[in-house]
């Protein structure tokens, strides 16, 4: 019988993390000398590279990558980012450091609205441009998919314009994006003195605009004190669903808003930050199937001095994710990595913890288990060639790029630390 061929095959490695448990030792289902072969977009075979020529057919025209000892993982699953805006917060950043709160930030016309306005006057080229290079860093780093939202337009022009924008990269850009429609981020200034006429706005005029284009696949809203209550937030997630859009939800970050609550009770698919969460709302999370995704890059940045108990998360048996938030107010940042570091040493999550949530986690925080966030047969051949010689230096050397090729789809897209992909006329 014949063996099935191989486009691609990766050796040399010291590890081989599948994440998937049963395909190595551990919960990580780590391959201590293993390979992997690919053929065409999909993993073809993982296993020991002793074995590697008695599973596959290694021809003329099959490509090899040697992994000098280094590690192989899946790609990284970044499951909530704000990457698609314009201009620039560094300022806010510096004054924090000097001790200007968030509310006076705001006051002076800082914050959200700083954004939404640069957004507002970016052309769609600006935007794409300035969306694809962030999403080739965020490849550089390790992320193949990506999860990109809306809700710096807060018009429906606006948000329209930024949907379709994110549309145009999901076309053009190797990484895998996910759209989110986030138009009930915060009040646009117009609609400061009007709450029920903007919420009116985005029931009736958002979502059925966005629907009927099929520019989300998810509805996330900031359930918060001072944003969106929680009974503003399930109105507006349910009739998101009743559009056919899934939902996220930002929820307790800064206080116990009930946005857990809120997750449970209309079946989102994640709840995201939770550092205030409630034992109760934890409860009703587990209860209903929601993933807690993590963004412990946001309390760092903002130096909150809390982090999202990730611990008690873990011990009830939620499913829990990783992600970066990268966006230009509360975390400037597109690196995987250093939330898998900021995990372990702020969150005391365990490195095979947060690694499992930076990849089987992400994924199912997208509800995209079945095709990326693991290395088995059959799965998209999104992964990593690690200069690391075991999974623990992910997490342990911190502060440096440790992801050296990437390969999305069967495709070498970073190689050496750099794009191996032409830009497209325009970014």
Known sequence: MSLPAADLVITGCAEVVTAEPGCGEGPLGVIRDGAVAVAGERILWVGKARELRRAVAVEGGTRLLEAHGGTVCPGFVDSHTHLLFAGSREGEFAARSRGVSYPEIAAAGGGIQSTVRATREASPAELFRLAWERLASCL?????????????????????RCLRVIRRLAEAHPVDVVPTF???????PEFASRRDAYLDCVLQEMLPAVAAEGLAEFCDVF?????????????????AAHRGMKSKIHADEFAPSGGAEVAAAVGAVSADHLLCVTEGGIGALKAAGVVATLLPGTAAFLGLGRYAPARAMLAAGLTVALATDFNPGSCMTESMP???????????MHPEEALLAATMGGAAALARTATVGSLRPGKQADLLLLDCPNHLHLAYRFGINPVRTVLTRGRVVVEDWHLAVPRPEGA
């Open 223 to 239: 359930c918060e004190d001072g944003y969106f209550t929680p009974a503003e937030s399930e109105r507006i997630l349910r009739a």
């Open 338 to 348: 250093l939330i898998i570091h900021l995990a372990c040493t702020q969150m005391k």
């Open 182 to 188: 986030l138009g009930a981020h915060a009040l646009p």
């Open 140 to 160: 550089c780093h390790g992320s193949t998919t990506v999860e990109v939202k809306s809700g710096y337009g807060l018009s429906p022009e606006s948000e329209l």
